[in-house]
């Protein structure tokens, strides 16, 4: 069973950085791409980054591109969010998900971490 467990949120102001982490356990050929998702109140669930675990694949949301960086350890079993330029539409609550194939889509991915908030103040 794979297990994604997300740690590293807060509250920051604006232009503030923060690096979210997500361990994963128990990982199958299904839990090759990992990705990040937020979600804020009252708003769909939206995907904001993704990568392998070789790392040599990653892909991004418009809004985030060129601010956050996804990575990853393979050792480790652990993927990386680093959140730059932080800006109060970037507040929600942010979830690692594992998946067999790389997807924008929440139903892309079977296997979902408990989620971590992250609030920006202006």
């Known amino acids: 069973q794979v297990q994604l467990v997300e740690s590293g949120g807060g509250l920051v102001q604006t232009g503030a950085s923060l690096r979210l982490s997500c361990a994963v356990s128990?990982?199958?050929?299904?839990?090759?791409?990992i990705s990040w998702f937020r979600q804020a109140p009252g708003k769909e669930r939206e995907f904001a980054a993704s990568?392998?675990?070789?790392?040599?694949?990653?892909y991004y949301a418009d809004s985030v591109k060129g601010r956050f960086t996804v990575s990853s350890d393979n050792a480790r079993g652990s993927v990386y969010l680093q959140m730059n330029s932080l800006k109060p539409e970037d507040t929600a609550v942010y979830y690692c998900?594992?998946?067999?194939?790389?997807?924008?889509?929440?139903?892309?991915?079977?296997?979902w971490g408990q989620g971590t908030q992250v609030s920006v103040s202006s």
């Open positions: 998900a594992a998946g067999g194939v790389p997807g924008r889509r929440p139903s892309s991915y079977d296997y």
């Open positions: 128990g990982r199958t050929f299904g839990s090759r791409y």
């Open positions: 990568t392998n675990w070789s790392g040599d694949n990653t």
